[in-house]
Antibody
Framework: QVQLVESGGGVVQPGRSLRLSCAAS????????MHWVRQTPGKGLEWVAL????????YYADSVQGRFTISRDNSKNTLDLQMNSLRAEDTAVYYC??????????????WGQGTVVTVSS | QPVLTQSPSASASLGASVNLTCTLS???????VAWHQKQPEKGPRLLMK???????TKGDGIPDRFSGSSSGTERYLTISSLQSEDEADYFC?????????FGGGTKLTVL
């Protein structure tokens, strides 16, 4: 069965960096676009970043553009999110999600359990 | 980018039915949406994708109690025979080639 397992969350000071990882199994990882989505405390879901199957295209939400970098290793079935210059407003549960793209839009058909990132001094 | 609007809260009695609504901004009336369920302490789960014409495709293992429909700019999620485990947050989601966007979510309380 499809499994997505995030890791790497923790408590970090503002301005510092953190790297999240997502280990995928149960499907052919290299044939799916992958996303990071976050949920801030008491609030809704926010799409963060997308990477296409071969890693050739990457897209980001305006709120993280220039600070976060999404990457993948199809040989290891892993998805990463490098988060730099972290801010208090980046505090959230971060989920990796498998994307389905029909040529027009992406939606998410499987999600991980999430990893908690807290940005605080 | 499209804007998705959801009521913040909804409630219904155990065993009853409830309709949750997701409204697309008018210029995006042709867009499909996906409905996701978020239970406490769990990752989100895809319930279904609802197209402009009301046809819908469910996620893996989603029971028949969950159904979807459309009208104009509105996309609906209907849950019948409500169970206690249906108490959760429900988010609609759409997007484009290079982005995703979520509605604010509806917190469903099962009375």
């Amino acid at each position: 069965q499809v499994q997505l397992v995030e890791s790497g969350g923790g408590v970090v000071q503002p301005g510092r960096s953190l790297r999240l990882s997502c280990a995928a199994s149960g499907f052919t990882f290299s044939t799916y676009g992958m996303h990071w989505v976050r949920q801030t405390p008491g609030k809704g879901l926010e799409w963060v970043a997308l990477i296409w199957q071969d890693g050739g295209y990457k897209y980001y939400a305006d709120s993280v553009q220039g600070r976060f970098t999404i990457s993948r290793d199809n040989s290891k079935n892993t998805l990463d999110l490098q988060m730099n210059s972290l801010r208090a407003e980046d505090t959230a549960v971060y989920y990796c999600a498998r994307g389905i793209y029909n040529g027009v839009w992406h939606y998410f058909d499987y999600w991980g359990q999430g990893t908690v990132v807290t940005v605080s001094s | 980018q499209p804007v998705l609007t959801q009521s913040p809260s909804a409630s219904a009695s155990l065993g009853a039915s409830v309709n949750l609504t997701c409204t697309l901004s008018s210029e995006y009336s042709r867009y499909a949406v996906a409905w996701h369920q978020k239970q406490p302490e769990k990752g989100p789960r895809l319930l279904m994708k609802v197209n402009r014409d009301g046809s819908h495709t469910k996620g893996d293992g989603i029971p028949d109690r969950f159904s979807g429909s459309s009208s104009g700019t509105e996309r609906y999620l209907t849950i019948s025979s409500l169970q206690s485990e249906d108490e959760a947050d429900y988010f609609c989601q759409t997007g484009g080639t290079a982005f995703g966007v979520f509605g604010g979510g509806t917190k469903l309380t099962v009375l």
